[in-house]
């Protein structure tokens, strides 16, 4: 199994101001946020890896006003935001002196109601770079990014760095939803760009050929994205021993898919999702059932500091 727990993931981290430069919705609910950091916090975000978190305090974000509040959300709207808010990085990028991160999020609470509400100029208490993000082993030369809804982002981030760094790798994306409704990115590329395999502009940008799945047929594939993998990996046969999976997404798609990895004997990490009230290891809220090796024995690992990166052989489902 692959180790992620090291303490160079941690040396970095801390607590910064970072200042928004940009909010804007890309869907019914989804949105765009992008950061600015200056000073220590661009140099700390700059070493930000794909998988790694920053927990955002949102407790003076103000609420929109009444007529932008969905009606779903009205009552819960007025809470308090006591706690920060966990999120991954689609992408970061260095100006000069400055770190910029942009991040995706979807409206489904009172704090991610509260950001809609956040303008350019705005300030945000940031802690991170946290967690520990995907690795790439040696000798691989195909990564199949496996993303469930709102599990996109650090695959995105992934995608960037791969084709970037790693030139020698074949990287494909494969993104799932219910419905079309609910995939979290601007749009579809035409059937011109479908049909030579590039489905979303998030990742044709980066030269990654993608495929769609939802569970209702409304796009692409239809089925669950998990299904779409699987047909893949039967009609393409990759060399399992070149060959990496990485997903992040509800927790049944990555059961099913640590399945498929484990029956293909194919490297698979995932990037578990767990409420996370410190995001640093101290309230223990955030356990993760793991494997010890090939003992019949199990513990407990934190997706805040252990994660939320792990070898999906080592995860208990």
Known sequence: MTDFRTSSSFEHRGSFSGIVTSNRQIGERFYKLKLEFSGHGAEAFKKFKPGQFAQLDLSTAALPSPNNIPEDLADASTRQILLRRPFSFTETSVHKDKTIAELLYCVVGPATLRMTSLAASDSLSVIGPLGNGFLVPHGKKTALLIAGGMGAPPLQHLAKVLTAEHTHIEVLAFAGAKTAKE????????????????????????????????????????????????????????????????????????????????????????????????????????????????????IYRLCCEDGPVFDSREIVF
């Open 183 to 298: 995939l979290p990115f601007e749009n579809i590329l035409d059937q011109i760009s479908q049909h030579l395999g590039f489905s979303l502009p998030e990742f044709a940008k980066f030269g990654v050929k993608s495929q769609l799945a939802t569970d209702d047929g409304s796009a692409g594939f239809a089925g669950l994205v998990t299904d779409c993998v699987s047909q893949w990996l039967e009609e393409h046969k990759p060399a399992r021993e070149s060959t990496v999976i990485y997903g992040c997404g509800p927790e049944a798609m990555l059961a099913r898919l640590a399945e498929i990895a484990n029956k293909k004997y194919i490297d698979c990490q995932i990037s578990m999702e767990r409420h996370m009230a410190c995001g640093t290891g101290l309230c223990q809220s955030c356990a993760v059932e793991c494997r010890i090796g090939d003992l019949n024995e199990t």
